[in-house]
């Protein structure tokens, strides 16, 4: 098992950043795809940065070049670095693990962190 607790939400004006921050109660070495996917009102939650197989990353196509995942192993910590924030951005951010346990995959959440973007 992990706890997720994340950090770094918050209100920003277009073209603003933000920093989230995801810390894991465990070694980030031992989960094998951890990072972020946010839900806006009235849609499904959706990829928004991940690790996975240790440091390869995956971006959604919409954050590309503007979002930027990192880590730092001695923290146990992963973050969301976010540029060029625009209204569409915004929604509850999770913080997302998944550990796989004799073939079977768990699925971690954080209790999510609030991104507005206002115009």
């Known amino acids: 098992q992990v706890q997720l607790v994340e950090s770094g939400g918050g209100l920003v004006q277009v073209g603003g950043s933000l920093r989230l921050s995801c810390a894991a109660s465990?070694?980030?070495?031992?989960?094998?795809?951890m990072g972020w996917h946010r839900q806006a009102p009235g849609k499904q939650r959706e990829l928004v940065a991940t690790?996975?197989?240790?440091?390869?990353?995956n971006y959604a196509d919409s954050v590309k070049g503007r979002f930027t995942i990192s880590r730092d192993d001695a923290k146990n910590t992963v973050f969301l670095h976010m540029n060029s924030l625009k209204p569409e951005d915004t929604a509850v951010y999770y913080c997302?693990?998944?550990?796989?346990?004799?073939?079977?995959?768990?699925?971690?959440w954080g209790q999510g962190t609030q991104v507005t973007v206002s115009s």
């Open positions: 690790f996975t197989s240790g440091s390869t990353t």
């Open positions: 997302y693990a998944a550990i796989v346990v004799h073939s079977r995959t768990e699925d971690y």
């Open positions: 465990r070694s980030i070495f031992s989960i094998n795809a």
